[in-house]
T-cell receptor, first 113, second 111 residues
Framework: DAGVIQSPRHEVTEMGQEVTLRCKPISGHNSLFWYRQTMMRGLELLIYFNNNVPIDDSGMPEDRFSAKMPNASFSTLKIQPSEPRDSAVYFC???????????FGPGTRLTVT | DAKTTQPTSMDCAEGRAANLPCNHSTISGNEYVYWYRQIHSQGPQYIIHGLKNNETNEMASLIITEDRKSSTLILPHATLRDTAVYYCIVRVEGTGNQFYFGTGTSLTVIP
């Protein structure tokens, strides 16, 4: 198995632009998580899906952030408009429901100038 | 989920045992203790978890005190590749499988 796949690996954009991060979970996993990591705040859970349905989005910082999971093999995290404070590494992870083990992707390093 | 307290950083000599402590004094009876680690620039990786009995796998051992208010992750023979941030997390099984990672302990294995 290729593991969790994220794209792009690096993204540099200007303030105000729309950014879309993509994630392909491990085949057969039915839970998907989006995390954000910064030096100041550490690793934060943004949202998670179970069977393609958003279960908890309380970590989504504000309305500029949105996440979708149109099918079991694909999810997006969109930021519109982006701001410099959104600069971070964004991780996607997947697991089987109620499993203790989450598998993380390599992350997308986002820089907003 | 119960809050955990970990030292910010630790050093360990290569080949020696690394003992990483975690305090979780408000843990509930049905909350498990989980350990993940994050090697630089990678996503976190599951290590081990337990409820009240000590656990061991190919990566590490987990020692949970009898009152369950603290635990220790033991890497028996630390290598340079074990240099990472180690996260101790407590959560209830079956409440959804999200994890809240906190700030963890930065372990540096010294040659």
């Amino acid at each position: 198995d290729a593991g969790v796949i994220q794209s792009p690996r690096h993204e540099v954009t200007e303030m105000g632009q729309e950014v879309t991060l993509r994630c392909k979970p491990i085949s057969g996993h039915n839970s998907l998580f989006w995390y954000r990591q910064t030096m100041m705040r550490g690793l934060e859970l943004l949202i998670y899906f179970n069977n393609n349905v958003p279960i908890d989005d309380s970590g989504m910082p504000e309305d500029r952030f949105s996440a979708k999971m149109p099918n079991a093999s694909f999810s997006t995290l969109k930021i519109q408009p982006s701001e410099p404070r959104d600069s971070a590494v964004y991780f996607c992870a997947s697991s089987l429901s109620d499993s203790y083990e989450q598998y993380f992707g390599p992350g997308t390093r986002l820089t907003v100038t | 989920d119960a809050k955990t307290t970990q030292p910010t950083s630790m050093d360990c000599a290569e080949g020696r045992a690394a003992n990483l402590p975690c305090n979780h004094s408000t843990i509930s009876g049905n909350e498990y203790v989980y350990w993940y680690r994050q090697i630089h620039s990678q996503g976190p990786q599951y290590i081990i978890h337990g409820l009240k009995n000590n656990e061991t796998n190919e990566m590490a051992s987990l020692i949970i005190t009898e009152d369950r208010k603290s635990s220790t992750l033991i890497l028996p023979h630390a290598t340079l590749r074990d240099t990472a941030v180690y996260y101790c997390i407590v959560r209830v099984e079956g409440t959804g499988n999200q994890f809240y990672f906190g700030t963890g302990t930065s372990l540096t294995v010294i040659p």
